[in-house]
């Protein structure tokens, strides 16, 4: 088996990103094994085929140790699922035997080999990347930026290596199990979905290295401290150090007002973002629907509101009375939804 093993987690609708993560590992990392978590189904008409993909597994949500499907699935939005997977998926990996595990967003792009995470995991279980590695020097960026990783959480969790060593592997145990029943986007109650959690990892296990070099996990949040250059030969830089990977959280939507905001009028941004946009349009996934998520809808297509899944997650009495929440007809929970709910 080879020695690293990296993973991702979608719906369809962010297929097109993680071709473009995938497309950027390979480059730089040409010998790791590369999965897909797919927390989703294909609808009508839409052909996947993992021999045209480069990703070498496929893993559907069902296939992991979660508890049972649609009970467990129907208590989360889309980004909650694709997030409280992480967790039962790194220790499916770590089951098979992988040394070492890395997860990486899809809105991720390598630009550079991650020498420092492997060499971090030559003597560390887990490695982790801040928000943030460099306070803020005005008002506006303690707002923006460090009062919102005390919201959000310390550590990007869009990125994540774990060793397959006995500390690891606990690791990987402890936040799965939190996963499988606290991944909910409820800042108010001190969560956010799965990155919260690893704010306790540094005092809870050994071993935890902390990442604090400028060009990991480049992003709106911290890009007012970590300014692009591109050299003369065409590397891009981050703080004056090589750009490793570039987070495009929610480009082409809102992402883009906080990365024109954090710019500061550099334009090295936006030839990063053309270049983002020309290989998602290269990767597209022909023929999905736009905003696809089969888990959206009830059987019957009518989209399951916020406050089903919340009146779900909390009501045992409930999840004992109905078997399959995604139901449609007499009897189900969509009709008592429709009757008791405003």
């Given at each position: ?34 999965w ?22 496929i893993v ?13 699935v ?26 070492r ?28 990347t801040?928000h ?8 506006q ?30 690791f ?32 809870l ?57 954090a ?73 008592w ?6």
């Amino acid at each position: 088996m080879a020695k690293t093993h990296c993973f991702t987690s979608i719906s369809f609708s962010y297929l097109d990103r993680a071709r473009v993560l995938a497309e950027t590992i390979k480059q730089h990392h040409p010998d790791w094994t590369l999965w897909l978590c797919m927390s989703d189904l294909e609808p009508d008409g839409f052909e996947f085929d993992l021999a045209n993909e480069l990703f070498d597994h496929i893993v559907r949500v069902w296939e992991l140790d979660v508890p049972s499907h649609h009970e467990w699935v129907f208590k989360h939005d889309v980004v909650e699922l694709c997030t409280a997977v992480k967790g039962p998926m790194l220790q499916h990996i770590l089951a098979q035997g992988a040394e070492r595990v890395y997860y990486i967003d899809p809105d991720i792009a390598v630009f550079q080999p991650l020498v420092h995470v492997e060499a971090a995991l030559e003597t560390s279980s887990i490695v982790l990347t801040p928000h943030l590695v460099s306070k803020e020097l005005d008002r506006q960026g303690v707002l923006d930026n460090e009062i919102s990783c005390l919201k959000h959480g310390t550590y990007n969790l869009g990125f994540l290596a774990v060793r397959n060593d006995e500390n690891g592997r606990q690791f990987a145990q402890w936040w799965g199990d939190r996963l499988r029943e606290f991944c909910y986007d409820d800042i108010p109650a001190g969560l956010f979905t799965d990155q919260r959690w690893c704010d306790l990892a540094p005092a809870l296990f050994d071993g935890v290295f902390i990442l604090r070099d400028a060009g990991y996990n480049v992003a709106s949040w911290n890009l007012s401290r970590r300014p692009l250059t591109i050299t003369r030969d065409g590397q891009v830089m981050a703080a004056d150090v090589p750009l490793r990977f570039f987070h495009f959280t929610k480009v082409n939507s809102v992402g883009e007002m906080s990365l024109d905001r954090a710019a500061g009028g550099h334009v090295e941004v936006f030839e990063l973002l053309r270049w983002y946009r020309e290989r998602l349009n290269h990767h597209a996934a022909i023929g999905l629907p736009g905003r696809w998520w089969h888990y959206s809808c009830y059987e019957d297509g009518m989209p399951v509101q916020r406050r089903d899944r919340l009146v779900w997650r909390e009501r045992g009495d409930l999840r004992r009375a109905f078997d399959n929440p995604f139901a449609s007809g007499p009897g189900t929970f969509q009709q008592w939804c429709m009757q008791h709910l405003l």
